[in-house]
């Protein structure tokens, strides 16, 4: 069956400081990968998404960045974390566009 | 652009109501429609899908269906119980995207 793995589960950092999320799929081929933000009161939105290695689209102007070095790794990154970047961080993965996308635990992300 | 609306934003019932959770959407074009439930501090759990194509899906005490041309669809809970307590979320997928609602979060009385 498939899993998928994010970490760190939650992560206080102060702002200015660099950021690294990971996240891993585990029991599935090429899957398409999602990365989400929930901040409080905003709902969730789509930040990255990626149909395969190297393969980054962005659907918001931000401060961070991803990456997908391996097939089933996919990364959120920053250089330098600013307070509006606090929020809840899900990753996702689907077989296909058309098809269920199934999230990750989340990392709660503070910035101070 | 989509924009999906939950409502209610809350509810809370009783143990053992029926109770019906809605969500709407601006643009029909959509390739399909999933609802998810969230329990506070954690990630999304998917809990049906349905393809634009189908009216409805069923799984156990959840029954969702999709109205796709009026934009809306609706997530029917049985005999509902404490431990259904949680925020439930539709989202839309269309391109290559998929847009939540705000949720609707609720709470079951023993």
Known sequence: SQTIHQWPATLVQPVGSPLSLECTVEGTSNPNLYWYRQAAGRGLQLLFYSVGIGQISSEVPQNLSASRPQDRQFILSSKKLLLSDSGFYLCAWSVGRKQPQHFGDGTRLSIL | ?110
Do not use: H
């Not at chain 2, 934003?9 to 053992?16: C, K, R």
């Not at chain 2, 429609?33 to 049906?48: H, V």
């Open chain 2, 1 to 110: 652009k989509q924009e999906v609306t939950q409502i209610p934003a809350a509810l809370s019932v009783p143990e053992g109501e029926n109770l019906v959770l809605n969500c709407s959407f601006t643009d029909s074009a959509i390739y399909n429609l999933q609802w998810f439930r969230q329990d506070p501090g954690k990630g999304l759990t998917s809990l049906l899908l349905i393809q634009s194509s189908q009216r409805e899906q069923t799984s156990g005490r959840l029954n969702a269906s999709l109205d796709k041309s009026s934009g809306r669809s609706t997530l029917y809970i049985a005999a509902s119980q404490p431990g259904d307590s949680a925020t439930y979320l539709c989202a839309v997928y269309a391109g290559n995207m998929l847009t939540f609602g705000g949720g609707t979060r609720l709470m079951v009385k023993p």
